[in-house]
C-alpha cells in the first residue's frame, strides 16, 4: 500500500508540481498507513514506525495552507486528519490544537457551521474493535448448517469517551443470558480498545458521557453454567 501511495504521489509531482492540492489525498493515506504496523516479514523489512506518517500528513497540511486555490473544507479536513493521527497515537496534546484550529475555520462563517456539527460536535470512531460474534468458539468459524444450534445473547455496556478520545467508566448494564462470563470480559476488553475522535465543544475537546455499546452473539445452550440451566428446568 506504502509503495502505490508513493508511486501516486511521485507521478502527480512530475506533472503538478510538489505543492498542487492534488497532493493532499495520498499523502493521507500515505500517513494513516503507518498507523497499522505488522511483524516483520523475514525476507523483506523496511524498520517503520507509526510517528513516520506524521511527516506526511503534515505535509498534506501545510499543502493547504499554503496553496492559494485551496478552501477552507480543504484547510479543516487537513487539520481533522492531522488531529485524528495525533489521537490515534496519543499525542492528545498536539491533535487538541489542530482541532482547535478546525473549529476556528469551521466558524468563520455560517455556510460552514454544517460542516463543524458533523466533523467536531458529532464523535466518529477512528479505531473500532470487532468482538467475537460466536461464543465457545475457538477460530470463529461455524457453518451455516449448524447455526440452528445456537441462541442470540446480547451484552450491553454504558461508558464515557474521555477528551483524549479513550473509553473510560466502563460499566455492564445488561447481560443476556447472565452467566457467560467469559462474553461479558472479552467486549469489556475490546470496548477498551476503540478509539473516537472526541467531542468538541467551543474548540476545546471535553469528555462525553453515557455512551452505550451493545454486542449481539450467538451461543449454544450447552454453553450456559449447570446451575442457569437446572434452573430453568425447575421453572418449567
Known amino acids: 500500500e506504502r509503495y502505490t501511495w508513493r508511486r501516486i504521489i511521485s ?61 477552507w473544507q480543504t484547510k479543516s479536513q487537513a487539520m481533522v486528519s492531522l488531529a485524528d493521527y495525533y489521537i490515534l497515537t496519543d499525542k492528545p496534546s498536539r491533535a487538541e490544537r489542530l482541532y482547535r484550529d478546525a473549529w476556528e475555520v469551521l466558524s468563520s462563517d455560517s455556510e460552514n457551521v454544517a460542516d463543524r456539527q458533523s466533523e467536531l460536535q458529532t464523535m466518529q470512531v477512528l479505531q473500532d474493535v470487532r468482538p467475537p460474534k460466536f461464543y465457545g468458539v475457538a477460530d470463529g468459524v461455524v457453518s451455516p448448517g449448524s447455526l440452528g444450534n445456537f441462541e442470540t445473547g446480547t451484552v450491553v455496556f454504558q461508558y464515557s469517551v474521555s477528551s483524549r478520545g479513550k473509553p473510560v467508566n466502563i ?66
Do not use: C
Open 11 to 71: 507521478v502527480l509531482e512530475n506533472h503538478r508540481g510538489r505543492k498542487d492540492l492534488s497532493l493532499i489525498p495520498p499523502l493521507t493515506g500515505l500517513g494513516n498507513s503507518y498507523l497499522y504496523i505488522s511483524l516483520p516479514d523475514v525476507n523483506y523489512f523496511q524498520p517503520t514506525s507509526n510517528t513516520t506518517g506524521e511527516v506526511y500528513l503534515k505535509r498534506a497540511l501545510r499543502i493547504a495552507e499554503e496553496n492559494p486555490r485551496s478552501t
Open 171 to 236: 460499566t455492564l448494564i445488561e447481560a443476556k443470558p447472565a452467566g457467560l462470563e467469559e462474553m461479558e470480559r472479552t467486549v469489556a476488553r475490546e470496548l477498551r480498545r476503540i478509539v473516537q475522535r472526541p467531542r468538541i465543544v467551543d474548540g476545546e475537546a471535553v469528555q462525553t458521557d453515557n455512551l452505550t455499546y451493545t454486542h449481539n452473539f450467538y451461543y449454544r445452550e450447552s454453553d450456559l453454567p449447570e446451575s442457569l440451566t437446572a434452573a430453568d428446568a425447575t421453572n418449567e
